[in-house]
Antibody
């Protein structure tokens, strides 16, 4: 079955960097767009970033654009999130999620998320 | 950005009773809406997509309806494992896929 296992979370100070990873198994990883979605403590869900199935395109929420970089290694079935210039408001559980693409407006796609990892906690605090 | 508003914030239901949850979009999202639930300490799980299609393995007691700006998730007979937080998500708007703030369904 589909498994997604995140790692790399931790506690760090504002301005520092951290790299998260997500190991995928049980499906053809290179066929799916992959996402990071985060959840601040006691809060709702926020989409963070998307990397295209082949790694050629990546997209970000405005809240992380220019600071975070999503990438993937299809040879090792692994997803990454490089987080730089971390802020207190980036504190959250970070989930990797498999996205299912739906054409919603002609060629413009939408994604919903059919499989999620268990998440890894990132705490940014001075 | 499309704002998703869920109501109520908390719903108290007895086991075996029906639960009805609402989700409203600030502008039309057609039927590009998904529902998830999240048990404490667990990851979200996809329940419904396309506003009304059950995901693989989801029991028939879960049903979704609506289109445009108004959506409903109905659980026909609450089971113990259904007490959780429920989120709706619109995927109509490119790169601003947004979730509602959640409805907590608790045991009455």
């Amino acid at each position: 079955q589909v498994q997604l296992l995140e790692s790399g979370g931790g506690v760090l100070q504002p301005g520092r960097s951290l790299r998260l990873s997500c190991a995928a198994s049980g499906f053809t990883f290179s066929s799916f767009g992959m996402h990071w979605v985060r959840q601040a403590p006691g809060k709702g869900l926020e989409w963070v970033a998307l990397v295209w199935y082949d790694g050629t395109k990546d997209f970000y929420a405005d809240s992380v654009k220019g600071r975070f970089t999503i990438s993937r290694d299809n040879s090792n079935n692994t997803l990454h999130l490089q987080m730089n210039s971390l802020r207190v408001e980036d504190t959250a559980v970070y989930y990797c999620a498999r996205g299912l693409l739906v054409p919603v407006r002609g060629a413009i796609p939408g994604f919903y998320f059919d499989n999620w990892g268990q998440g890894t906690l990132v705490t940014v605090s001075s | 950005e499309i704002v998703m508003t869920q109501s109520p914030a908390t719903l108290s239901v007895s086991p075996g009773e029906r639960a009805t949850l609402s989700c409203r979009a600030s502008q039309s999202v057609s039927n590009n809406l998904a529902w998830y639930h999240q048990r404490p300490g667990q990851a979200p799980r996809l329940l419904i997509y396309g506003a009304s299609t059950r995901a693989t393995g989801i029991p028939a007691r879960f049903s979704g309806s609506g289109s445009g700006t108004e959506f409903t998730l109905t659980i026909s007979s609450m089971q113990s494992e259904d007490f959780a937080v429920y989120y709706c998500q619109q995927y109509d708007n490119w790169l601003t896929w947004t979730f509602g703030q959640g409805t907590k369904v608790e045991i009455k």
